[in-house]
């Protein structure tokens, strides 16, 4: 156990809805990283929140967009989903960031279904 | 994008064997993070080794870096059908904010 929960587990949803996705970060953790894994593939970086403020995007469009809140929990937002959403979204919690930024610990993830 | 490969992308292995992933990476690092993934639920952070280190252990796990080749290793000894999973390079930048960039996964399956 990791200490971060996400929720929820899984979720389906028709192409131009929207979702929001929630993250609970681990105690004592300020950073929390949003990642797209598309089956078969890597995690891709979303973007990623420090102290409440947005503090790095990855290559995804606007309608991607999260917030941090006072206890460093986040959610993540996607307007408009397309077909091409569908993947698991992972939360990632550390502490600090840039040189100082330490091993992330991730959730279990939202498996996100768009039809 | 990702910042590099792993290989093999696919290894099969008999319990007790050891089992061996490469990864290699195309841009200076900070820090290099091994993950294990099972069944595509949440990554499992294995062990962090910083560019100026060049090898570290943890329990069964050895993990090399050569920065001058731009690649790492990955050694579980004595595996276990338990190890069955996917395990995945991720890199942080000198200059960035920690965001990591993953490789695309080695698929390890260890046969009881």
């Known amino acids: 156990e990791t200490g971060v929960t996400q929720s929820p587990t899984h979720l389906i949803k028709t192409r131009g809805q929207q979702v929001t996705l929630r993250c609970s970060s681990q105690?004592?953790?300020?950073?929390v990283s949003w990642y797209q894994q598309a089956l078969g593939q890597g995690p891709q970086f979303i973007f990623q929140?420090?102290?409440?403020?947005?503090?790095g995007r990855g290559n995804f469009p606007p309608r991607f967009s999260g917030l941090q809140f006072p206890n460093y929990s986040s959610e993540l937002n996607v307007n408009a989903l397309e077909l091409d959403d569908s993947a698991l979204y992972l939360c990632?919690?550390?502490?600090?960031?840039?040189?100082?930024?330490?091993?992330?610990?991730f959730g279990q993830g939202t498996r996100l279904t768009v039809v | 994008s990702q910042q590099g490969e792993e290989d093999p992308q696919a290894l099969s292995i008999q319990e007790g064997e050891n089992a061996t992933m490469n990864c290699s990476y195309k841009?200076?690092?900070?820090?290099l993070q091994w993950y294990r993934q099972n069944s595509g639920r949440g990554l499992v952070h294995l062990i962090l080794?910083?560019?100026n280190e060049r090898e570290k252990h943890s329990g069964r796990l050895r993990v090399t870096l050569d920065t001058s080749k731009k690649s790492s290793s990955l050694l579980i000894t004595a595996s276990r059908a338990a190890d069955t999973a996917s395990y995945f390079c991720?890199?942080?930048?000198?200059w960035g904010y920690g965001k990591l960039t993953f490789g695309q996964g080695t698929i390890l399956t260890v046969h009881p």
């Open positions: 929140y420090y102290r409440e403020e947005e503090n």
């Open positions: 080794i910083r560019s």
């Open positions: 990632a919690s550390s502490y600090g960031t840039g040189a100082l930024n330490t091993e992330a610990f």
């Open positions: 105690s004592g953790h300020n950073t």
């Open positions: 841009t200076s690092i900070n820090n």
């Open positions: 991720a890199t942080t930048d000198p």
